[in-house]
């Protein structure tokens, strides 16, 4: 197992069969740096047209169709003092009626509020006297938003939505210690990552979480053989499976089917066992519900598995 330090220089604003950046073995660890969902880096400084910019793509050696890429997210850091948000609720999440009263950005472009990161603290601080918030701080809960895997037939779909291979899903419980499942869709896996939050509420109701650049770590691996439908993740906590879909109703479809097929092939449950336990412990998050395709989390503790 080998660690791989690389230092990206250029990004892809849609995941798909670009060239790889780096060939890596199975078992082997990445430590690179992602921009944010502006294209700025470390410093602020814009290097890359906006839109999600992913740093890879990721060579896995013997991944093929078939198989499954296991991510495991070992670190992801903010590296920056400062973060951005987005001020107004998407208008897709209230009200049709209630649309005009939402606070639309004016001609002056004031749409950011700026949040100060402070890692060693743990805190994002929010100082805007022009709202009754004021001075208004917040734990850090940093997550991944957009990451994934080449989809299938030599398709690159954008970093603003997301599918079987994952993508902008933008659930806040892709955080670091987890890991993560993706189908292998074409030969290497294709691993792409980016779209770093320092925190997030559920949805991603604003558009945006705390936008900011990340150091990141990740370990992938390959399980031969191994066929999955949709992502799948696991924490100390759940097992969790991933649906991406418009409308909100389809992604739970996905969601829960894969849970099912999951307790049936690597937990032991019969088809009756696994519903009548799904119905009466599965839990839902809700990913992503901005975007083109909405993302729903399918969860069952691991409590009740054992």
Request: with cysteine; charged share 15%.
């Amino acid at each position: 197992m080998t660690v791989h330090n690389f230092q990206p220089t250029h990004y892809h604003t849609n995941i798909g069969p670009h060239a790889p950046v780096l060939r890596v073995q199975s078992g082997d660890t990445i430590v690179t740096t992602t921009v944010d969902a502006g294209g700025q880096d470390a410093s602020g400084k814009q290097i890359t047209p906006r839109g999600n910019p992913m740093t890879g793509p990721f060579y896995v050696e013997g991944a093929e169709p078939g198989d499954t890429l296991v991510v495991r997210l070992d670190k992801l850091t903010p590296n920056r003092p400062t973060g951005w948000t987005r001020k107004m609720l998407a208008p897709n999440v209230v009200d049709p009626d209630y649309v005009t009263q939402l606070p639309w950005p004016g001609k002056d472009e004031s749409t950011l509020a700026i949040w100060n990161i402070d890692n060693a603290a743990g805190t994002a601080t929010l100082d805007d006297t022009t709202t009754s918030l004021g001075t208004f701080t917040l734990p850090l809960a940093p997550m991944v938003g957009c990451f994934g895997v080449a989809p299938a037939r030599g398709e690159a779909i954008s970093t603003a939505t997301s599918a079987q291979h994952g993508g902008n899903m933008d659930y806040r419980g892709f955080v670091e210690g987890v890991t993560v499942y993706f189908p292998v869709l074409t030969e290497g896996a294709l691993f792409h990552i980016g779209d770093g939050h320092a925190l997030q509420g559920d949805g991603e109701i604003v558009s945006t979480g705390i936008e900011i650049s990340f150091d990141v770590q990740v370990t992938l691996s390959v399980q031969k053989g191994k066929r999955i439908g949709w992502p799948r993740g696991e924490n100390a906590d759940y097992i969790f499976t991933v649906g991406n879909a418009r409308p909100l109703d389809q992604c739970v479809q996905h969601a829960t089917t894969e849970m099912l097929r999951w307790l049936q092939t690597d937990f032991g449950l019969d088809p009756v066992g696994a519903n009548i336990l799904m119905g009466q412990c599965v839990e839902y998050d809700l990913g992503n519900i901005f975007d083109p395709a909405c993302t729903m989390v399918c969860k069952v503790p691991k409590r009740v598995l054992r």
